[in-house]
Structures are given as C-alpha cells and as structure tokens.
C-alpha cells in the first residue's frame, strides 16, 4: 500500500488580481503558509503560468518548479479544465464557453475547439517537462444536453456522441501517451463523462487506451446520489487524481437532485467547506490506502457559505488528518511464524 501524498490545493478558485494571489511566487507562499506542501496550478492563468512556453522549455519548468519550491510545495498536476470543455461542445453552449478561449476566438465553435486540443497538447508535453504523471480536466460535452431521455432520443443519438468525442480525444490520449502522462477526467455533472457508466462507455470507445482515467471527486457524486465508496471498488485502477472536496444533499418535498434552476444556497444539493458536507472522507481515504492510490490528495475548495479563506485553512489540516501512513506489517505478525510448506501440510491433516 501507498501512503497517499498532501495536502495540496487547487489554485483555480483563489487566483485574483491582487497580491499574493495573481503571481505563482504569491500563491506558492500564500499556500505553504496554510500547510500545504502540493499546489495544482490551473494552466489557464497567465497571471501564474505559461502553457505554452512550458511545453516547448524545460528550463521554463525548472524555473517554475524552483518557484514553488523556494516555499515549500511541489506541483501536483496541471489543470485543462476550461480548454478540456471546449474540446467536445454542443452548440447549445457555444455563447457561455466564449469566456473560456482567447477573446478573439469568441463565436466561433470550430476555432475554439483547434485552440483546446492545442492546449492539451501542450499541457501533454508541459507535465513532462514537469516530471508529472498525471493532468487533470474535463471530457467536454455533447450529448449532455440529451442525459434526460425526454424528448425522446432517436436511436443511435447517444452511440454518435460517444463516437464522435473518442474520435476527438484519442489523439490528445496519445500525446499524453508519449509524455508518460496520465489524462484524469473529472467526473462532473455538465460533461459527458459524469458517472461510471458514461466513463465506461468513452472507455470502450477509445479502445481501453491506458491514459484515460479518472480524477475522483466525491461531492459531484453525492450531488448525483451516486455511491461514491461503491464507485472506488469497481473503478479504483482508474482513479489517478483526487480532489478532496465536501458536498451535502438534503431531500426536499419541493426540488431534487436537478436543483429546480435555483441558486446554489437554494439548492438541496451544494457543495461545502471540507468537514462541513456529508462526505465519509474517513472511508474514502482508507479505500484510497487499500487500492494503492498513487497520487496527490488536492483540496479543491466550494462552498456557498464560507469565506474561501477559512476553507483554505481548515482544509490542509483536514486532509492531513486524513492521510493513513499505511502499515508496512501485519498487525498479528507476532503471533504468526515463518512459512514451512510441511508444517502446513500437517495441520490441513494431508
């Protein structure tokens, strides 16, 4: 068994445009200073990161990786879940994505979905100039306007879906492939690969490829109603990637799990500060341990009632808490005895 690595803090939800959270330097030392030894830098940012000059320099990563360490933390993983969106979009979408691309590439769908899948590519080759084994983003999402069968789907419609998005992530899957990367979908309710059976069905469709895994989050599959500790039994091999973050769901009389389009303090399912949701993170890290885990457990804070700050805080001791230094020993090694094959025989009566 592996001891799981952490905590580290996805940087996406507290970059700004003020000190010390609009320079990687800043964010670096803002997050050693609240215990945290691993940072997840979203490769968006250009107030904290080059993707495309990391891609093409090693010496760039080094520097950045230098950054990092002066205060503490190692770089976990890369994230690409805007670009990884737009690299399978319906068109229902195309007016909210715009934000995600270049200014420039606003309207155009085509233009945005070349922009993402040069992005992957480049994040392939920056996490191995990094020494990563392991990038976090989204599927994207073409069929995800259909996930209710009503209106009626035509037959077919959803086999279509699948077949086009492995046509489009199957050369992304093999650049990472050559990086010795590991690609960690985000299961996530929005994108096409939100559940088991969906990741099953992409799986099958891009022929087992051995870089597409799983990045698991729980509270995406308490919103569902999925259970999250059945989900590491069956897809454990998959899991290459961890953000820990809480979430609750309270049923109502009024409005489920599809939110009735309020807000999210209104809505029977949100997500919550670490500790203040309804996660067994208590299980979850001791399935982590049992299954060999080989990764980082990143805290990616939400939450519609604490300040991110206190969550920041509370989170790394959280998931330190929640770390198992696995055993390296039995605990009744000392009333066992060495392995001698005749004595065996012996006590089955043979």
Request: charged share 25%; with cysteine; net charge negative.
């Amino acid at each position: 068994m592996k001891t799981i690595k952490g905590p580290g803090i996805f940087l996406a939800q507290f970059a700004g445009d003020a000190a010390p959270f609009n320079t990687l330097d800043g964010m670096a030392g803002w997050a050693a200073g609240h215990g945290y030894v691993g940072i997840q830098i979203p490769s968006w940012d250009g107030r904290l990161f080059d993707l495309e000059r990391a891609a093409e320099s090693k010496a760039y990563c080094d520097e950045v990786k230098g950054i990092a360490a002066r205060h503490g933390p190692a770089i976990t993983e890369l994230s690409t879940h805007l670009q990884g969106q737009l690299v399978a979009s319906h068109r229902a979408f195309d007016t909210l994505l715009d934000a995600f691309a270049p200014p420039n590439l606003a309207g155009d769908a085509k233009a945005k979905a070349a922009w993402a899948v040069q992005q992957l590519q480049w994040a392939a080759k920056a996490s191995r100039n990094l020494g990563l084994t392991a990038h976090a983003t989204f599927s994207g999402a073409l069929a995800w306007p259909f996930f209710y069968p009503w209106p009626q789907r035509p037959a077919g419609l959803i086999d279509e879906a699948f077949k086009e998005l492995a046509r489009r992530w199957t050369p992304i899957l093999n650049a990472f492939d050559e990086a010795g990367v590991d690609v960690c979908f985000e299961l996530h309710p929005g994108e096409d690969l939100h559940d088991g059976a969906t990741f099953e069905r992409f799986l099958a469709a891009v022929g087992d490829h051995k870089r597409a895994n799983i990045l698991y989050d729980p509270s995406h599959m308490v919103l569902q109603q999925l259970d999250y500790l059945a989900f590491l039994d069956l897809y454990h091999e998959r899991v290459r990637a961890f953000h820990v973050k809480d979430a609750e769901f309270r049923s109502s009389g009024r409005v489920g799990v599809y939110g009735g389009y309020q807000d999210w303090i209104d809505r029977p399912g949100r997500f919550r500060s670490l500790g203040d949701g309804q996660v067994d993170f208590t299980q979850a890290f001791s399935k982590m341990a049992q299954y060999d885990y080989p990764g980082w457990a990143v805290v990616e804070w939400e939450c519609c009632i604490k300040h991110p700050e206190q969550g920041a805080a509370e989170g790394a001791v959280f998931v330190r808490e929640h770390i198992i230094r696995v055993t390296d020993k039995a605990f009744d090694d000392f009333a066992g005895g060495k392995a001698d094959a005749e004595k065996n025989r012996k006590i089955l009566g043979l």
